[in-house]
């Protein structure tokens, strides 16, 4: 039995910290539950804050405060997905009900995703006969995952989606990862065709999609179409290297783009895929990856 | 365990990599993730470890109680195992909603441990037929993230490395009636010797949809345990002996296909019970100053 | 050790702390990654885990049960069997009456400043594993859920703060001159195990103590809101009561202040946007 072979159990005094801030940054003020924000009687109050009984504002998370024109809110470190109009979001169905799915998208309740809100194959138009209606888990089933956008707000917080727009639709083969909501910037782009040939889908609700299939899936179906072919050894090992590089900077709390998630691709090439998993070997490519989007920023 | 939902094609990208040996993280069939063990966590038990396998987090105290053996066996020891889900781990654990998956590994270790190659019971015995140790093993799981049987093990045979039995310094009968003097002295104790405690080997197959065969996987993480239709759950001595099999799953097996997975865990074990080991003796030689951590750091 | 021995003539009590010295509390945030909030605390030999999810939709059994239009909070209570000190461990983590009493009480704490009308028909869950015991357990576990929800975004009115006092039984049921020396209450602060177990009588209190520098500094009679106040032990006189209150009160405003410059530390090492 070599060395390769044996099964190695670390011990917590030789644990990594895989905190990467240091204190040379100006630190922001941070606010945390309770303190009084600000005592100015005219800003109207955002996210995060809450008028006492004597009429003074107070933080009620802990967290960075923002001023947007006159209004005040306190953004927390780490929260659930508070959905806006616009959003690109990646969601499992977890319910069927009268004319709609219901999508577990990390936010405080699950959201709704209406029978007339999703391309059927047929064309555009169509309309909604009730034979559509019976057969709804033909089309998306308990389990599913999609990326959607978000169409509407409801009064109660929770999200309307809509897959109307060619792009969006049920996801194929591939990863699923759950990374905190606030490690995802709002961009204008979403969805990456990485150079390394796997596309990439950053959920603005902290699922991350990893697609492994590379054929063009064929849309004219709605979308509904899986390809369930095997795929070849080297997209595995891309998708799985992917993986674990998001992880890392998930774990290091680095904010996840298209540009960092390449940069961290790169780093990684002299470990092997599994040898990511290790938290030294994590620890490193997250460091490094820090340092070059530093350096981009300079 | 918990149920983890899962696409059609989520699981047909799973089950294609255990295929090609080459599994959704990079690992190939036979790779652990990586471990992390700490021992005498809990100071106020005769001896605890904390063991922490990706995301999976096992917490194990170890106490000794002086107690009366059974009748038939009163030359012998007592050892109970206790496991506990804690809802910290999933809200589906809160109430008794995670009493079946514990009294499950509870019985799994039970059966680990009954042969009497691996404990020697009459090593516990204090005064034979008056009074012997209880040694009570409560598990403690903190999150789950696939694998529990092997971290349970693990934490496990860590925690009674780390226990300290208090030493008898005497035990006589008065009259009929025991009376045992234990040591004052907290650094007199007596360790137990786990050169032959086993550890579980959970190999996970019968991957659902596709035949392929006999490839099981090691340390399947909750989203592979939702894709395969069997389990085999072996405890395995350090020495390579087997002391128990348990198979779990709805799924069926040839039996030459269950004879080849019990060499593949026999292998596993051993080297599993390597690795552990030397974790322990390198925690034992940074010596009582060495810092514990514990949940702080 | 009679009664009268919490506290020696030099003013030190069995572990050379003062009568209104906190244990030394020590805290980390974000202890779980799977849960949407973690917190574990020690306070002196009590160490306590707390874990948080939500909001979320409630599953299962909730889903026709709650029309009502905030959400509901779940809160789970539970012991380890080898968290007790001394003596034997105990047979069953939760289910028993006392663990469940414990729940409800840590339901109140929690209610006392989640602001649930912003969740309609969502529901969080706080649960608390007790890893070892040795006196103010409950508060322990507010203190933990506190920082365990703060750790999950979910937005709170104040810290909800426990701490406990104790006084000696002998002369606990004799009346007391309501003018107090001190002026700052009586009996010691945060007892550990061994102090509670003497026959001493026991005021929990718990308490949205306000931040520094807030209003109810200011006023005079030096309240803070109190939410959960718990008696148990032996008798007392009702004319000790203020004397005892006060001290927890004040145990709870000194105990947020280590509980806030834990969860700044928190912000400042774990900000994504300054990295």
Excluded at chain 1, 48 to 65: H, I, K, P
Excluded at chain 3, 85 to 114: C, H, M, N, W, Y
Aim: glycine share 8%; hydrophobic share 35%.
């Amino acid at each position: 039995m070599n060395d390769e072979d044996m099964i190695r159990v670390r011990l917590a005094v030789h644990r990594t910290n895989t905190n990467l801030s240091n204190g040379d940054h100006g630190m922001p003020r941070y606010y945390t539950p309770g303190e009084e924000v600000c005592s100015q009687p005219d800003f109207m109050r955002g996210h995060g804050t809450y008028m006492d009984d004597n009429d003074t504002l107070r933080a009620s998370v802990a967290g960075v405060l923002e001023k947007v024109n006159k209004l005040i809110s306190v953004k927390p470190l780490k929260a659930r997905y508070q959905g806006e109009i616009g959003d690109v979001i990646v969601g499992r169905i977890t319910e069927l009900q009268q004319k709609r799915w219901k999508v577990d998208t990390n936010s405080k309740l699950d959201s709704a995703l209406l029978l007339s809100s999703v391309n059927l194959p047929g064309g555009e138009l169509r309309r909604r006969s009730a034979e559509d209606e019976q057969t709804m888990r033909r089309y998306l089933q308990e389990g599913d995952l999609i990326c959607a956008e978000v169409q509407n707000v409801f009064a109660d917080g929770s999200l309307s989606l809509h897959t109307r727009v060619l792009k969006y639709g049920k996801l194929s083969q591939g990863i699923l990862l759950k990374v905190p909501p606030s490690l995802i910037k709002r961009k204008k782009v979403h969805f990456h065709n990485l150079l390394i040939g796997a596309n990439l889908i950053l959920g603005n609700n902290g699922y991350v999609w990893i697609g492994a299939s590379i054929h063009n899936t064929d849309r004219t179906e709605g979308g509904f179409a899986q390809d369930l072919s095997r795929i070849p050894q080297q997209d595995r090992e891309m998708c799985a290297r992917l993986r674990n590089c998001i992880l890392a900077l998930a774990r290091s709390n680095i904010l996840l783009t298209d540009t960092s998630v390449i940069y961290a691709y790169d780093e990684s090439t002299k470990y092997s895929a599994n040898e990511l998993l290790q938290p030294e070997a994590a620890l490193d490519v997250a460091l490094l990856t820090q340092q070059r989007l530093g350096e981009r920023i300079d | 365990m918990a149920n983890t939902l899962l696409s059609l094609a989520e699981k047909t990208f799973i089950v294609h990599g255990v295929d090609d040996n080459y599994r959704t993280d990079g690992r190939n069939r036979s790779e652990y993730r990586p471990m992390e063990v700490e021992t005498k966590v809990l100071p106020h038990t005769s001896g605890s470890a904390r063991l922490r396998l990706a995301n999976t987090d096992i917490l194990v105290g170890v106490k000794a109680e002086v107690d009366t053996p059974y009748p038939d066996n009163p030359n012998e020891g007592k050892l109970e195992f206790f496991v506990d889900c804690s809802a910290n781990a999933t809200p589906a654990f809160e109430g008794k909603g995670g009493d079946n998956l514990g009294t499950e590994i509870s019985n799994t270790l039970t059966l680990a441990y009954q042969s009497s190659h691996v404990l020697d019971l009459t090593t516990l015995c204090i005064l034979p037929q008056q009074k012997c140790w209880k040694l009570y093993v409560d598990v403690l799981i903190l999150q789950c993230d696939g694998n529990l049987f092997d971290a349970v093990a693990l934490a496990v045979k860590a925690a009674l490395y780390s226990a300290q039995i208090p030493k008898v310094t005497t035990a006589t009968l008065d009259g009929g009636k025991a009376d045992i003097q234990l040591s004052d002295d907290p650094f007199d104790c007596v360790k137990l010797d786990v050169g032959s405690f086993p550890v579980l080997v959970t190999l996970c197959k019968n991957f659902t949809f596709i035949q392929i065969g006999e490839n099981c996987v090691v340390d399947p993480t909750s989203e592979e345990e939702e894709c395969s239709a069997a389990s085999i759950v072996v405890a395995v001595m350090p020495n390579g002996r087997i002391t128990s099999v348990v198979k779990t799953g709805y799924g069926s097996l040839q039996p030459s296909t269950l004879v080849k997975t019990l060499e593949l865990a026999k292998d596993i074990g051993i080297k599993l019970n390597a690795g552990i080991m030397n974790a322990l003796k390198e925690e034992d030689e940074l010596g009582s100053q060495r810092e514990i951590f514990g949940f702080l750091k | 050790m009679s009664g009268q021995d919490l506290v020696s003539d030099q003013g030190l009590r069995v572990d050379g702390r003062r009568a209104n010295e906190l244990r030394q509390i020590r805290v980390r945030m974000g202890v779980f990654g799977q849960s949407d909030g973690s917190a574990y605390l020690e306070q002196g030999n009590t160490k306590v885990l707390a874990a948080v999810y939500g909001p979320h939709q409630p599953r299962g059994g909730g889903r026709g049960g709650n029309r009502s239009g905030t959400g509901i909070i779940n809160c789970q209570y539970s012991m380890a069997v080898f968290s007790f000190s001394a003596g034997e461990r105990k047979k069953r983590p939760r289910g028993d009456r006392k663990t469940q009493e414990t729940s409800l009480q840590l339901r109140r704490a929690i209610e006392a400043i989640v602001q649930v009308e912003l969740y309609p028909r969502s529901q969080i869950d706080v649960f608390v594993e007790v890893l070892q015991s040795d006196g103010s357990d409950y508060c322990a576990a507010v203190n933990a859920a506190t920082l365990a929800l703060i750790d999950a975004g979910i937005p709170i009115k104040d810290y909800s703060v426990g701490c406990t006092a104790t006084i000696a039984s002998m002369g606990a049921s004799e009346e007391v001159d309501s003018k107090d020396e001190t002026g700052s209450g009586t009996g010691i602060v945060d007892a550990n195990h061994m102090e509670e177990c003497t026959g001493a009588t026991t005021l929990t209190v718990v308490a949205l103590p306000g931040a520094p520098g807030s209003n109810y500094e200011s006023d005079t009679d030096n309240s803070g809101l109190v939410v959960v106040a718990q008696g148990t032990g032996a008798r007392l006189h009702l004319s000790r009561l203020e004397g005892l209150r006060q001290r927890a009160l004040q145990g709870c405003r000194d105990t947020r202040v280590i509980l806030d410059q834990a969860v700044r530390f928190h912000l400042t090492t774990h900000d994504p946007h300054f990295i």
